[in-house]
């Protein structure tokens, strides 16, 4: 049985070239086909996309080396809903309680398939269609060409047909494998679950099957969905094998030979579980090869697991109102092994990591270890659309502090004193560098972290001094007019403040006052050392 995890001993500098190399040692005819999948419920968030862009990153490497490739991503919509989720998200990335939609769509549908579920947001052909459309607009957010398959219409066109009879004509030996992984399989086990014509439930009793002639006899009963019991309404009827669905352990194989897939990615919860009982069902009741595996470990927010219930999602839109799509496919490129969080508080970092990693390939970091050159040089063509030299990057907290004016202009002559836009750059790098600035705003204003504060230019703020907290200022401006960077400046406030004996924290309070018009504020050194020169100056000695 292949393993999920990828095994090789040797050293590659991008995990996504051994993939490539697994894929090609199978001689796989083209296109080669790379699958995902998520069954809809709650809301499609920033950890549901693992499989979409570890995906993207083979796909990327294996059309490096000419073949041609088709990334899908099947949603199984046929399931059936077996709880309410608490939040779900409309078409525009906003997440909302259930009590903000119409919530009786769902609840009046308990049992039902999703793409037979209307839509509780009244936008879409039902719930599973809805859940669709948020995955394809993540998709196309990150740039991923990906084909969305709907396990619903492979059903209903017959394209699932086949692989269904084929399991349920060899039901004993069907029944033999999976009871090796899953209890209470016993004689009267059956691998297909009819919708009934009566009350449109998806149901897990059959009676008698026709897998010549294509139809099984059925009872709707009781449906288990873990803390509770979705009750049948009891009527017994014939169903067509497009009429229902195979169970999840025979549908998943059933995908990859129907679709022909050669890779798929899957999370560490199929690892031991799904995975093994696929691969036993794919060989030896379809007597096919399984896919290519690669098992990822999941990654947190903020430290904590995803989950839709507890509110704890941020979705790819979400992300993309902080950070550049470069950044965040960047963080995909990382090793899938290893289990990472995802902090928005601290974003920060992950952007000043991929700047530097930017910055690497450009042969622009002497300090970097010939290690962290190779993978750059490897990787990075892969994470942005197209390799420009003249790209800009401002430092995401420095544009942060250029967040805090409005001013377009200041944003940019600020920029450019201070060293970040170069006085020959293109006006293409230098529109995308200062959008930087809205992002690093956003974030500032989402997490009120430090630099969550707006300076007062407009008018002089009326704080009240004494004359020696005005000699004070006078002193501390002429220090800045001489010229010094933000650790002179912020050294230069306390001892100001000691040679006029003033309190040191009441000596910030005025800055911050001053600027702000609040109590506290960010660094208030690195921060005067960062804005106009001038304007600094006019404001410490009370002129503007």
């Not at 209307?118 to 719930?127: A, E, L, R, V």
């Not at 700047?355 to 042969?363: A, L, N, T």
Request: charged share 35%; glycine share 8%; net charge negative.
């Amino acid at each position: 049985m292949s393993s999920p995890h990828v095994l090789s001993d040797a050293e590659y500098v991008f995990w996504a070239d051994e993939i490539a190399d697994r894929i090609e040692a199978r001689n796989p005819e083209d296109p080669v086909v790379i699958k995902g999948g998520i069954s809809p419920s709650g809301v499609p968030h920033l950890g549901n996309m693992n499989e979409l862009a570890r995906g993207y990153f083979v796909a990327a490497v294996l059309r490096e080396r000419g073949h041609e490739v088709q990334q899908i991503f099947t949603s199984d919509d046929r399931d059936p809903l077996r709880k309410l989720p608490r939040k779900l998200a409309d078409l525009d990335g906003r997440i909302v309680d259930l009590g903000d939609v119409n919530a009786g769509a769902l609840g009046k549908n308990l049992g039902h398939p999703y793409t037979s579920i209307p839509d509780p947001f009244g936008c879409c052909d039902s719930y599973g269609a809805h859940f669709s459309s948020l995955i394809e607009d993540s998709a196309e957010l990150m740039g991923i060409p990906v084909e969305m398959v709907s396990n619903t219409e492979l059903y209903e066109s017959g394209e699932l047909e086949d692989a269904t009879r084929h399991v349920l004509a060899n039901a004993d030996l069907a029944r033999d494998v999976l009871g090796k992984y899953q209890d209470k399989v016993d004689e009267s086990y059956v691998p297909f679950n009819p919708i009934c014509e009566e009350c449109g439930k998806v149901t897990e009793t059959v009676l008698e099957i026709d897998a010549d002639g294509g139809t099984v006899e059925y009872e709707c009963t009781d449906l288990d969905a873990g803390d509770r019991t979705i009750e049948g309404c009891g009527h017994r009827g014939t169903a067509s094998l497009r009429d229902g669905k195979l169970p999840w352990r025979f549908e998943w194989p059933a995908q990859w030979r129907v679709l022909g897939v050669d890779f798929e990615p899957f999370g560490k919860d199929h690892a031991e579980g799904s995975w093994p009982s696929g691969v036993d069902i794919m060989e030896t009741v379809f007597e096919d090869e399984p896919p290519v595996p690669m098992v990822y470990e999941w990654f947190t927010l903020n430290g904590e697991p995803f989950s839709s219930s507890e509110g704890n999602v941020i979705l790819v839109s979400d992300v993309l109102d902080l950070v550049e799509r470069d950044v965040l496919r960047y963080f995909f490129t990382k090793e899938p092994k290893k289990a990472r969080d995802f902090s928005t508080d601290r974003i920060d970092l992950l952007v000043d990591e991929f700047d530097r990693f930017e910055r690497i390939y450009f042969g622009e970091v002497e300090d970097a270890s010939a290690d962290e050159r190779e993978l750059a040089e490897r990787v990075y063509p892969l994470v942005v659309d197209e390799v420009r030299e003249e790209r800009i990057r401002i430092p995401y907290t420095f544009a942060a502090v250029l967040g805090m004016t409005d001013d377009p202009e200041l944003r940019e002559e600020i920029a450019r004193r201070e060293g970040h836009i170069p006085d020959n750059a293109p006006d293409w790098a230098v529109e995308e560098a200062l959008a930087r600035v809205d992002l690093a705003r956003e974030w500032a204003e989402r997490t009120d972290n430090e630099y969550n504060y707006r300076i007062n230019r407009e008018r002089l703020p009326d704080v009240d001094l004494d004359s020696e907290t005005e000699a004070a200022l006078d002193e501390l401006a002429d220090f800045v007019a001489e010229g010094h960077d933000g650790e002179e400046v912020q050294g230069e406030i306390y001892e100001t403040a000691k040679r006029h004996d003033i309190d040191i924290g009441e000596f910030f309070s005025v800055g911050y006052r001053l600027f702000f018009e609040e109590e506290e504020g960010p660094k208030l050194g690195q921060f005067l050392a960062a804005l106009d020169e001038d304007f600094v100056v006019a404001r410490l000695r009370r002129e503007r």
